[in-house]
């Protein structure tokens, strides 16, 4: 996997000592991406209903999973500086400009600024910025809790979160350092439940996403950690709060999570092996979906077609034609940049 492109850093372990849980990981959590996408645009979305149950709970865990395993797998900071450009950098460069193009044809009009990541590609970028600096960030002593301190004021600071994915970038830094300092010993501590101790704690869990869809009149775009506290018109300690509550909230589904999942190869392996194409193609059916909804006669045949979509965009976008046509592209675009850089490398030695 090391010279496949994906939304996970290149993996660590070789054929023989690969642990499946990590890519088991990533497969569950990229199917959660489509369905929440498709449950918030698909037309019936209300925040008190299942659609608001299903939304919070993906969106409270899903991104915080990704983070935390991308810096499980940044250990080696010299490495992960070196492959920041090709896995995270020019997919970035790349989509920006594709999905432009793709809006301009759609809608008629769209605005090219690569400063400011275009909807879910706001991932790649923040991800870049974290491994391509960690090496110098990692000599901050205390630079986990100083980054919790400052994830939990982010939405109070005065700042145009869209800039740089500001807002996302610095509030999910916390995580991708909690998988960076979390070692084999500490994960396989966490690993300490009984199938049937997960139980209480799923409930639990499903049980506080209820109680924030149904009585905590929090505006959902704040589950995307995104934007100030202001621009979604709650109070500031409001958000001080909430933003405690999810860090808890990601971290206890995390660990229930690292007790579900099998450590065994099965169809969600293959699923976390091809994330990227999933990743990024599902986000031009959201824009059909998002103009066009679901049919809604009734709640069942509504989120049959919710869970049925998303379902569908996983199994086509990590197919082996699509996926692997997909790293090809990516291949010869990093190759183009390599040829590229080496001319400019010359010119300037000349």
């Not at 925040?47 to 919070?56: C, E, F, K, M, W």
């Not at 999910?172 to 704690?201: A, D, H, N, R, V």
Request: one cysteine or more.
């Amino acid at each position: 996997m090391e010279n496949k492109v994906s939304i996970e850093a290149p993996n660590l372990l070789t054929a023989k000592q690969r642990s499946f849980i990590f890519d088991n990981l990533r497969g569950l959590a990229i199917w959660c991406i489509p369905i929440s996408h498709f449950t918030r645009v698909g037309g019936e979305f209300l925040h008190d209903s299942l659609g608001g149950v299903v939304y919070i709970t993906i969106n409270v865990f899903v991104m915080q999973l990704f983070m935390f395993l991308s810096g499980y797998f940044s250990k080696k900071v010299d490495r992960a500086r070196e492959s920041a450009f090709k896995t995270f950098m020019l997919p970035y460069l790349t989509f920006t400009l594709i999905f432009y193009i793709f809006r301009y044809c759609y809608f008629g009009h769209a605005n090219l600024d690569f400063l400011k990541p275009p909807f879910a590609l706001w991932f790649l970028f923040a991800v870049f910025f974290y491994r391509y600096y960690l090496k110098d960030l990692v000599k901050i002593k205390h630079l986990l809790s100083i980054s919790i301190g400052i994830y939990l004021i982010t939405g109070l600071l005065p700042m145009d979160t869209d800039y740089l994915a500001l807002g996302r970038t610095v509030s999910y830094f916390p995580f991708f350092l909690m998988g960076y300092y979390c070692t084999s010993e500490k994960l396989k501590s966490l690993q300490c439940l009984k199938k049937w101790q997960c139980i209480p704690l799923l409930l639990l869990l499903i049980g506080v996403s209820y109680g924030l869809a149904y009585y905590v009149k929090v505006p959902v775009a704040f589950y995307l950690l995104k934007t100030t506290a202001a621009d979604i018109g709650i109070a500031w300690y409001t958000d001080i709060v909430m933003r405690a509550i999810v860090l808890i909230l990601a971290a206890a589904w995390t660990i229930l999570l690292l007790n579900l999942i099998p450590d065994k190869k099965n169809y969600l392996t293959y699923i976390g092996m091809n994330t990227m194409p999933i990743y990024i193609f599902h986000l031009f059916i959201r824009y059909i979906v998002k103009d066009y909804g679901f049919p809604s006669p009734n709640w069942t045949v509504y989120y049959l077609w919710v869970f049925g979509a998303a379902s569908l965009c996983v199994v086509i976008f990590s197919s082996p034609p699509i996926a692997k046509v997909y790293d090809k592209t990516l291949e010869k675009l990093y190759d183009g940049w390599l040829v590229l850089k080496k001319r400019m490398i010359d010119e300037q030695t000349k």
